[in-house]
């Protein structure tokens, strides 16, 4: 499969736990999105990587959120002391050119 | 705010039926982007405008971007149930187009 993909598709933790969600863009897109969508609302824009560089975070993103694509392929999105307020589908996206942007799965988290 | 309003938000029409979604804003994008997103999964790209006036058509499905290419609209001629799903638009920056902006959605039940 060349879409994109995402680790795990659902998370349940209680608050005050660390999560991490895992991507695998589409393997010849050099630009990776992470997005935050919760229920009846449109994804809200978190962070965007080229390659390995982050290049933009978005306000929404609290120092309690932390991303990272160390080598340029896989992303990783990590939260810690989750609070029931995250409780969301992240979703991510890789982007080729000039302007297709394709979506992976999702993670659905709920904190309890 | 919503960068990017969607109208209606939702919209229930039986099966054969034709409707109209709409995507506004009084920013100028580079691009503009409709996706299908059905719950519980990643939205799915459908099509991607960038010239201002642009008409494309996918089989039933008609995408046009405003002239100024601060709006566009799309058409589906003879809705089937397996169109039911959220329509989100989402246009990028027009300084920054590596940033997408998403509208809220339009939620599309068609009935049998």
């Known amino acids: 499969d060349t879409g994109v993909s995402q680790n795990p598709r659902h998370k349940i933790t209680k608050r005050g736990q660390n999560v991490t969600f895992r991507c695998d863009p589409i393997?010849?897109?050099?630009?990776l999105y992470w997005y935050r969508q919760t229920l009846g609302q449109g994804p809200e824009f978190l962070t965007y990587?080229?390659?390995?560089?982050?290049?933009?975070k978005s306000r929404l993103l609290s120092d309690r959120f932390s991303a990272e694509r160390p080598k340029g392929s896989f992303s990783t999105l990590e939260i810690q002391r989750t609070e029931q307020g995250d409780s969301a589908m992240y979703l991510c996206?890789?982007?080729?050119?000039?302007?297709?942007?394709?979506f992976g799965p999702g993670t659905r988290l709920l904190v309890l | 705010t919503q960068l990017l309003e969607q109208s209606p938000q939702f919209l229930s029409i039986q099966e054969g039926e034709n409707l109209t979604v709409y995507c506004n804003s009084s920013?100028?994008?580079?691009?503009l982007q409709w996706y299908r997103q059905e719950p519980g999964e990643g939205p799915v790209l459908l099509v991607t405008v960038v010239t201002g006036g642009e008409v494309k058509k996918l089989k039933r499905l008609t995408f046009q971007f405003g002239d100024a290419r601060k709006d566009s609209s799309l058409h589906i001629t003879a809705a089937q149930p397996g169109d039911t799903g959220l329509y989100l638009c989402?246009?990028?920056?027009?300084?920054?187009?590596?940033?997408?902006?998403f509208g809220s959605g339009t939620k599309l039940n068609v009935k049998p």
């Open positions: 996206a890789s982007r080729g050119w000039p302007e297709t942007q394709y």
């Open positions: 393997s010849e897109h050099n630009r």
């Open positions: 990587f080229q390659n390995e560089a982050q290049l933009e």
């Open positions: 920013s100028v994008f580079s691009s």
């Open positions: 989402a246009g990028a920056g027009r300084y920054n187009f590596n940033k997408f902006y």
